[in-house]
């Protein structure tokens, strides 16, 4: 009963912004941290960002190819967490997913088209 579901990904110049959500249904979402990927064509599918539960207070990775431009965040009202992009590169250009490790089973979202031209 697991579901993850993305969206707001969509065509954007380079140097624009997106944001993007994926709403989890299906388990207690405040109690497991959460994962952006992304997928370019003949890539490996590589993390983005990762964002813990609040147990500990939240704790926060990027990639280094999207520090000082992504931020990930959450809102366990909401059961949703967010991946906010800015200065968007064409290699950006990707399927982003979220994912969620739940009793050491990874959950997937559907994934959602991110492409940035001019």
């Known amino acids: 009963q697991v579901q993850l579901v993305e969206s707001g990904g969509g065509l954007v110049q380079p140097g624009g912004s997106l944001r993007l959500s994926c709403a989890a249904s299906?388990?207690?979402?405040?109690?497991?941290?959460m994962s952006w990927y992304r997928q370019a064509p003949g890539k490996e599918r590589e993390l983005v960002a990762t964002?813990?539960?609040?147990?500990?207070?939240?704790?926060?990775s990027y990639a280094d190819s999207v520090k000082g431009r992504f931020t990930i965040s959450r809102d366990n009202f909401k059961n949703t967490v967010y991946l906010q992009m800015n200065s968007l590169k064409p290699e950006d250009t990707a399927v982003y997913y979220c994912k969620a490790v739940i009793r050491f089973e990874d959950y997937w979202g559907q994934g959602t088209q991110v492409t940035v031209s001019s």
């Open positions: 299906g388990f207690t979402f405040s109690s497991y941290a």
């Open positions: 964002i813990s539960n609040y147990n500990y207070g939240i704790r926060i």
